[in-house]
């Protein structure tokens, strides 16, 4: 079975990082590659590199699965619905230092890097990215698509929607609800519930603006 890695910036160069640390996980995969709609085909650190279109071609989706590293929750969204729409599964991966609890469920498309925390009964939402250091807590609900930043902290009981981003070190009060669609900037300290498709900054956190285009790094 071989792996490609939808997107070949920051996001796919740490997840092929996480291979790289992870001998578990590498040896789970014959072959890895990248998969850019930006570049011509090519090489890339060493492995190959083609858009979408090439890929179907050469790697029929019984023998391969992707995991989609762009950092965009919108775009996660879009290219999520692309792999599935061509009959591809998606690839699950776990950084050698990570915890999952026992009784936690993460779905499938899920990375998760190096310190992550993932405790008790909590719940992961299909392709969603949690960046490096990050505890989410007991019987919190992440949903899909969504980009959680290094060092974020989530309490307990928590309820993300889907389409989600969390910047860096930004804590989440336990018992809140974030709604989906929302843009939680860097630092922000979430002391009640925020409403869908809003941007929110601060201590404690404030609504500043509308997500009207869901792009976080425009």
């Known amino acids: 079975m071989n792996l490609a ?37 090519g090489e890339y650190w060493g492995l190959p590199r083609m858009p979408f279109d090439e890929f179907r071609q050469k790697y029929p989706p019984e023998g391969c699965r992707v995991v989609i590293s762009v950092g965009e929750p919108a775009a996660r ?11 591809y599964s998606l690839a699950t991966l776990i950084h050698r230092t990570a915890f999952v609890s ?12 190096d ?16 960046n490096h250091r990050t505890m989410i807590g007991h ?6 698509h969504c980009q959680i930043s290094a060092n974020v902290m989530i309490a307990g009981v928590v309820d993300i929607g889907d389409t989600v981003f969390a910047g860096v070190s930004s804590c989440i009060r336990d018992r809140t609800k974030v709604g989906d669609h929302t ?15 809003k941007i929110v900054m601060g201590n404690p956190a404030r609504e500043i603006a509308e997500n009207k285009d869901g792009t976080v790094f425009g």
Do not use: C, H
């Not at 969204?77 to 009959?87: H, I, M, N, P, T």
């Not at 019987?139 to 899909?144: A, E, L, S």
């Open 77 to 87: 969204e879009k290219l999520y619905d692309r792999v599935k729409g061509a009959g």
């Open 183 to 197: 843009i939680l900037a860097m630092g922000s300290v979430v002391l009640k519930d925020v409403r869908p498709g």
């Open 102 to 113: 026992d009784s936690a469920v993460l779905g499938d498309g899920v990375v998760l890097q």
């Open 115 to 130: 310190g992550v925390r993932v405790s008790a009964e909590a719940e992961l939402g299909e392709n969603t990215f949690v």
């Open 139 to 144: 019987n919190t609900r992440i949903g899909k």
């Open 5 to 41: 890695i939808y997107g070949s910036g920051g996001a796919g160069k740490e997840v092929y990082d996480l291979l790289l640390e992870t001998p578990a996980e590498r040896e789970k995969w014959d072959e890895v590659l990248f998969i850019d709609d930006t570049t011509e085909s």
